[in-house]
């Protein structure tokens, strides 16, 4: 039996948050972002299905970013029910307010690797508020292949370190691995990515997408349904002709930071966008040293330029 979709259409620039609900297993994934307006679809999804959260026996989350658990713990909490994430990503809600400032020093020490000014560091660091997430959860960390109530969870690295998919015999939950509209940020969206190559990291892992037994219209973590194959080849596409962006934005001679490319290939950049338009700049470039196609001459600004 699949699982019934909550649309959460609270916030998210990817469009309306997806969680799913697996009635016969007691699983619920990705119960939503933060906030009573969220909690509130939840809970009326549930009750619509009949469901008490009494009935929640295990919560298992795609990936740590808010918008998919920030309802996670509130939700384990009141159901007693299991937290269960890829042990890459299980630090970052089980010591919440640790790692929180762990992340928000990791991101600032990257902008500034990637040559942002001391302005953009300073303002993306003073900009990132906290979730209403406990300092402390229990969470269940896992590896690829672990399964939860009979789920499979496959480990899809690249736009967190600890991504999961979801396996449902042939029904796949991608989270935010492959989304209908949106090219998923990678480099950015987890900095601790950065020094894992992360977009080689990424199409690796749209490799064993590809290959898998599975039915081809997969449930992504925004909107309610991706077709696996025609996104992927989207995907593909789109970061070919960025990485071919990102070497022809390097002078002909000289060198450039990943964030000046960046700010060439995006324009002004502040917030949030700083961080991922250097941190998606900056997988590009990482991904164009590795084919051959530039040489990195610094790493303190990380610098390029072409081989």
């Known amino acids: 039996m699949n699982a019934f979709r909550i649309a959460h259409p609270h916030g998210s620039p990817e469009g309306e ?35 008490d959260l009494g009935d929640v026996e295990d919560v298992v989350l795609t990936h740590w970013h808010a918008d998919h658990a920030g309802n996670a713990p509130r939700l ?9 994430m890829h042990e890459r990503d299980a630090p970052l809600i089980r010591d919440y307010g640790a790692e929180r400032h762990r992340r928000v020093e990791r991101d600032a020490e990257m902008l500034d690797r990637w040559g942002a000014p001391e302005s953009v560091v300073s303002e993306v660091r003073e900009s990132d508020t906290p979730s209403p997430i406990p300092d402390t959860v229990p969470v269940i960390g896992h590896a690829d292949g672990d399964r939860v ?3 499979e969870l496959l480990h899809t690295p690249g736009h967190t370190c600890g991504h999961l998919a979801v396996r449902d015999e042939r029904t796949l939950y991608v989270g935010d ?59 593909r596409r789109h970061h070919r002709e ?14 450039a930071t990943p964030w000046s490319v960046a700010r060439t290939l995006f324009g002004e950049m502040s917030g949030i966008h700083a961080k991922m338009g250097a941190g998606e700049a900056a997988a590009h470039l990482a991904h164009a ?9 610094a790493d303190r600004p990380i610098t390029y330029r072409r081989s």
């Not at 909490?77 to 299991?82: I, L, P, R, S």
């Not at 601790?192 to 997408?209: F, H």
Request: without cysteine.
């Open 76 to 84: 384990a909490a009141a159901a007693d029910a299991d937290l269960h």
């Open 242 to 255: 960025r990485v071919d962006a990102a070497v022809e934005a390097l002078p002909a001679t000289g060198t």
């Open 177 to 235: 691995a492959v989304l209908p509209m949106y090219t998923p940020n990678v480099g950015g969206s987890d900095t601790r990515t950065a020094a894992e190559n992360p977009l080689d990291q990424y199409l690796r892992m749209l490799d064993r997408l590809s290959g898998l037994d599975v039915d081809r219209e997969a449930r992504p973590g925004h909107g309610s349904t991706v077709s696996l194959d025609d996104r992927i080849e989207v995907i």
């Open 149 to 151: 109530a009979g789920l």
């Open 17 to 51: 948050n997806s969680t799913y609900v697996f009635q016969d297993r007691g699983v619920v994934v990705d119960p939503g972002p933060p906030g009573e307006d969220a909690w509130g679809t939840l809970r009326s999804g549930l009750e619509a299905n009949g469901l």
């Open 289 to 297: 040293e590795h084919s051959g196609r530039v040489t990195r001459v």
